[in-house]
Structure formats: structure tokens, C-alpha cells
């Protein structure tokens, strides 16, 4: 009687198995299908995770969190340079690319908090060299590119650089003159020509 039991359990976990890997195969389909009425069929979280990133996220190294012996070993490590750097927009478009001044604060490799200290290596997975755009002047010049493109170069996701680009355009709003102050600087300046 034990062994029919036993059986019987044994087909009923088969079955469940079965059931659980039919259920994870069509939650992989699911982001793949179309529904025929015009919507867009529902995805789990788990599949729109898995399509998210595909790149390791940025690694931050906080300044004060480093040991007085870290900070003596890459200091021997990474001893000063002598060379030269550009000091104008026009010699450094005339540099070799990747451009090998990490440290430049537009150069896309690492940022450094001036206020902590600490630096934000974007691409942890990548060296400086292997990167295919170095600076972030160049990608400038280009002219204008989607938040895709930009979040792809950035190591970030395209909400972020919407975001980011608000936060830029507010501070641009607020550090210009807003149109009745520059109407009546025009006003005064031709009451001045006037007299």
C-alpha cells in the first residue's frame, strides 16, 4: 500500500514539474507574442528584468572608505605624469582617440564627486581604451541623438538621461533672462539710444 502511495506521489510531483516548466516556458513566449486585439500582452517582471541591462553597472569608490595603505599602493601604482595636457577644446580635438586623460571631466570613463571625493568608474567591465566613445565633447559635436543612444554611451538607462536632461534644461530656464525682462532691457536700451 506504501508503494501505490509512493507512486502516486511520485506522478503527481511529475505532473507538477511539468505543469511549472510549461507555465516558465510561456512567460518567455509571452514577451515574443502579439495579441490579436491591438494591446500588448502582459509581461511578467522577471522577463522585462532580464531585458533591461546589458552591461555591469557603474562601481563607485568612496574616498574616505579606503585604507591609508590602498591609497599608498595606488599612489605607487599610478605615479604623476609629466606630460602635457591640452588646455583648449582645440588641442584636445587634435589628440589621439580614446583619449587617454582619464581624469578630464569630460572624458566618459569615470566621474569624480568634487564635493566627497569619490569616483564613479562607468564602465567597470571595460578599460579606458576599449571604450568606443572616450569624450563627452565629441559626442556633443555630433549632434543630436536619442536617449537611447546617449544611455548606451553613458552606461545609464534612457529614463535617467531624460531625466538628467530636464534637470539641465530647468537650470538653463532659470539661469536666463525670461522674455519680459529681456523686452524691457530692449525697451530701456532704446529709450537710451533715443535720448
Same mark, same amino acid.
Given at each position: 500500500?506504501?508503494?501505490?502511495?509512493d507512486?502516486?506521489d511520485?506522478?503527481?510531483q511529475?505532473e507538477?514539474v511539468?505543469?511549472?516548466?510549461?507555465a516558465?516556458?510561456?512567460?518567455e513566449?509571452?514577451?515574443?507574442?502579439v495579441?490579436t486585439?491591438? *494591446?500588448? %500582452?502582459?509581461?511578467s517582471?522577471?522577463?522585462?528584468r532580464?531585458?533591461?541591462?546589458?552591461?555591469?553597472r557603474?562601481?563607485t569608490i568612496a574616498m574616505?572608505r579606503?585604507?591609508?595603505?590602498e591609497?599608498?599602493?595606488?599612489?605607487?601604482?599610478? %605615479?604623476?605624469?609629466?606630460?602635457?595636457?591640452?588646455?583648449s577644446? #582645440?588641442e584636445c580635438? *587634435?589628440?589621439?582617440?580614446?583619449?587617454p =586623460?582619464v &581624469?578630464?571631466?569630460?572624458?566618459?570613463?569615470l566621474?569624480i564627486?568634487?564635493e566627497?571625493?569619490?569616483?564613479?568608474?562607468?564602465?567597470?567591465?571595460?578599460?579606458? =581604451?576599449?571604450?568606443?566613445?572616450?569624450? #563627452?565633447?565629441?559626442? &556633443?559635436?555630433r549632434?543630436?541623438?536619442t536617449l *537611447?543612444?546617449?544611455?548606451e554611451i553613458?552606461n545609464?538607462?534612457?529614463?535617467?538621461i531624460?531625466?538628467?536632461?530636464?534637470?539641465?534644461?530647468l537650470k538653463?530656464?532659470?539661469?536666463?533672462p525670461?522674455?519680459?525682462?529681456?523686452g524691457?532691457?530692449?525697451?530701456? #536700451?532704446k529709450? #537710451?539710444?533715443?535720448?
Open positions: 500500500m506504501s508503494d501505490d502511495n507512486n502516486q511520485d506522478l503527481l511529475d507538477l511539468g505543469e511549472e516548466s510549461e516558465d516556458s510561456e512567460l513566449d509571452a514577451g515574443d507574442e495579441s486585439d491591438g *494591446e500588448a %500582452p502582459e509581461v517582471r522577471k522577463i522585462r532580464r531585458r533591461r541591462r546589458t552591461r555591469p557603474s562601481k574616505k579606503l585604507t591609508r595603505e591609497l599608498r599602493v595606488g599612489a605607487l601604482m599610478y %605615479p604623476p605624469v609629466d606630460i602635457p595636457r591640452p588646455t577644446r #582645440a580635438k *587634435e589628440e589621439m582617440r580614446p583619449c =586623460w &581624469a578630464c571631466k569630460h572624458h566618459l570613463y566621474d564627486n568634487p566627497t571625493g569619490s569616483i564613479k568608474i562607468n564602465f567597470p567591465d571595460l578599460e579606458p =581604451w576599449e571604450l568606443k566613445h572616450t569624450c #563627452a565633447l565629441d559626442v &556633443a559635436e549632434g543630436g541623438i *537611447e543612444e546617449v544611455g553613458m545609464l538607462t534612457r529614463e535617467r531624460r531625466q538628467v536632461e530636464v534637470r539641465g534644461l538653463l530656464k532659470m539661469g536666463s525670461s522674455p519680459d525682462e529681456l524691457a532691457e530692449l525697451l530701456a #536700451a529709450a #537710451a539710444n533715443q535720448n
